[in-house]
């Protein structure tokens, strides 16, 4: 069973248009949130991250918005540029003693038209 | 943001054949973790160590797949016979702060 779901798999917006990418949950116990950007023939590279205990996270064009009571969140790209096209996975991770282990979704394929 | 350093990129091998990476961690970081994302960008975990010790492995791991992180030398992970199925992009990744981990540009695998 999928314990990071995105819902969209791919999504195309046109250049200046904010994209709005969201990602949902299973376990409760998961406390920290970063969502990884990836070109192709790169691995994915951190974007932005949020804890449990906000509910925004803010980074120049990039907000993330998190419920925690529904289980979800949203990464929002603002003023979207046709450098943005790229994958975005949403993950989640649980702290424990094993560390930083990572569970993802399986990506939204963004296109941004100019 | 991360210097998590993987060669080769890219990697084919035949069925059966001995398949090794390597990776050499965030400023000399001792943990490490590979994993595995498929053609359908599914990651897998497959093991983690601190500094010469696994921590974490899936049963895959256990029975073909080896890793090591020697002093002074790259991590490493082998996959013994390699099978169709492996074909995928390797990532290496180390921590850098908080609770996230930092991605090498990964080792593209191709099984003939």
């Known amino acids: 069973q999928q314990q990071v779901r995105q819902s969209s798999q791919s999504l195309t917006v046109w250049e200046g248009e904010t994209a709005i990418l969201n990602c949902s949950y299973e376990n409760s116990a998961f406390d920290y949130f970063p969502w990884y950007q990836q070109f192709p023939g790169e691995g994915p590279a951190l974007l932005i991250a949020?804890?449990?205990?906000?509910d925004k996270k803010e980074d120049g064009r990039f907000t993330i918005f998190f419920n925690k009571r529904e289980k979800n969140l949203s990464l929002h790209i603002k003023d979207s540029q046709p450098g943005d096209s790229a994958t975005y996975f949403c993950a989640a991770s649980v702290w424990g003693n094993m560390g930083y282990k990572l569970t993802f979704g399986t990506g939204t394929s963004l296109l941004v038209d100019p | 943001n991360s210097k998590v350093i993987q060669t080769p990129r890219y990697l084919v091998k035949g069925q059966g054949q001995k398949a090794k990476m390597r990776c050499i961690p965030e400023?000399?970081?001792?943990?490490v973790f590979w994993y595995q994302q498929n053609k359908n960008n599914e990651f897998k975990f497959l093991i983690n160590?601190?500094?010469?010790?696994?921590?974490?492995q899936i049963d895959m791991t256990e029975k073909r797949f080896s890793a090591e992180c020697p002093s002074n030398s790259p991590c490493s992970l082998e996959i013994q016979s390699s099978e169709a199925g492996d074909s995928a992009l390797y990532l290496c990744a180390s921590p850098g702060g908080a609770e996230t981990l930092y991605f090498g540009s990964g080792t593209r695998l191709t099984v003939l």
């Open positions: 400023k000399g970081h001792p943990v």
């Open positions: 949020i804890r449990s205990v906000s």
């Open positions: 160590f601190q500094n010469q010790e696994v921590l974490q």
